[in-house]
């Protein structure tokens, strides 16, 4: 099993900037460390989870929504096995669980939908008032 521990949530005024951590553990993430996609999702009061950036083990490629293109920075921190989200000009529309997702033994081509992520996070509340 692999476990996903996030943390950095919490409420922001838009415009401002909030970072969320996630920490990989587990046999099969340490057997395949080098060759897993980590993904953020997120999902807001009455919507469906969506992806919001993905990103593979060697830190490239990584993909962004276009809803926070320009805006996030998805980033890993190997040595920690540790997937981070830099959110910056938060919009109330960000207002979300956020959910740290993992598959292992693959890659991220392609990878945009829940149902393709086995591993998932508890998740952590952002929420962005105006």
């Known amino acids: 099993q692999v476990h996903l521990v996030e943390s950095g949530g919490g409420s922001v005024q838009a415009g401002g900037s909030l970072k969320l951590s996630c920490v990989a553990s587990?046999?099969?993430?340490?057997?395949?460390?080098?060759?897993?996609?980590m993904a953020w999702f997120r999902q807001g009061p009455g919507k469906e989870r969506e992806v919001v950036a993905t990103?593979?083990?060697?830190?490239?490629?990584?993909y962004y929504s276009d809803s926070v293109k320009g805006r996030f920075t998805i980033a890993r921190d190997s040595a920690k096995d540790t997937v981070s989200l830099q959110m910056s000009r938060l919009e109330v529309e960000d207002t979300a669980m956020y959910y740290c997702?993992?598959?292992?033994?693959?890659?991220?081509?392609?990878?945009?939908?829940?149902?393709?992520?086995?591993?998932w996070g508890q998740g952590t509340q952002v929420t962005v008032t105006s």
């Open positions: 997702a993992a598959v292992v033994g693959g890659d991220c081509s392609d990878r945009l939908h829940r149902r393709q992520f086995n591993y």
């Open positions: 587990g046999r099969p993430y340490r057997l395949y460390r080098d060759h897993n996609c």
């Open positions: 990103i593979y083990s060697g830190g490239t490629p990584t």
